[in-house]
């Protein structure tokens, strides 16, 4: 697609009074559609999942393969085993943050 057709194709989703969180959605939607030509609506399935947050940065300070095994028993004590597996890397990642952030909080 040509950049003058991508821009007429992402006018409809860009233009109009709306909200910052509207403006956002509608933006990764119309992109998606006008770049990839996937359906409206499976774009915004995709715009509206939540973004993977980042993972702290940490220095190793002592037995790396202690402090793996305590965060692997701590996060499958977070997890909740009846996950669909489309929300299983989201959940295994937000059980890890917890638990880091938990460890160096004490």
């Not at 950049?3 to 933006?27: H, M, N, V, W």
């Not at 965060?71 to 299983?88: E, H, P, W």
Request: positive net charge.
């Amino acid at each position: 697609m040509k950049q003058a057709e991508y821009r007429e194709c992402l006018r409809p989703y860009i233009t109009g009074s709306k909200t910052k969180e509207q403006r956002k959605l509608d933006f990764c939607t119309g992109a998606k559609v006008c770049s990839k030509g996937i359906s409206v609506e499976e774009a915004k399935r995709i715009c509206s999942l939540p973004k993977e947050p980042k993972l702290p940065r940490r220095k190793h300070n002592g037995n790396c393969e202690k402090e793996t095994l305590e965060l692997t028993k701590c996060v499958i004590g977070k997890m909740d085993m009846n996950l669909a597996s489309n929300n299983i890397e989201l959940a295994v990642i937000n059980a890890m943050m917890e638990c880091r952030c938990n460890a160096q909080n004490n």
